[in-house]
Nanobody, 129 residues
């Protein structure tokens, strides 16, 4: 089992910055991909950013949703099973519950919710205009 704990959510004015953290614990050695998703009220959960943390040539590769490219950055903490989501130039449409998720074992490491095995409880982010 893997446990995920997100932190760093809160309220920020448009244009401001916020950093989310996600720490994985438990049976983590098979985690190859970590990602952030978000879900606004009445909308489907969508992928925001993902990072491949497995070994090999693809290690450290990232993918972003078009809506956040150039504003958000996903990163891993020094080989640990901790990832961050740095969110700059926030917009009101970024307001949502943000979830951390991981893939254990094999997987495409895409931004599709169906690939992910474990999810955190979420942290709320609100951006006011």
């Amino acid at each position: 089992q893997v446990q995920l704990v997100e932190s760093g959510g809160g309220s920020v004015q448009a244009g401001g910055s916020l950093r989310l953290s996600c720490a994985a614990s438990g049976y983590t050695h098979n985690i190859n991909c970590m990602a952030w998703f978000r879900q606004a009220p009445g909308k489907e959960r969508e992928g925001v950013a993902r990072i491949y943390i497995g070994g090999g040539i693809g290690g450290g590769s990232t993918t972003y949703a078009d809506s956040v490219k150039g504003r958000f950055t996903i990163s891993q903490d020094n080989g640990k099973k901790i990832v961050y989501l740095q969110m700059n130039n926030r917009k009101p449409e970024d307001s949502a519950m943000y979830y951390c998720a991981v893939i254990t074992g094999l997987g495409r490491c895409s931004l599709s919710t169906f690939e992910y095995d474990y999810w955190g409880q979420g942290t709320q982010v609100t951006v006011s205009s």
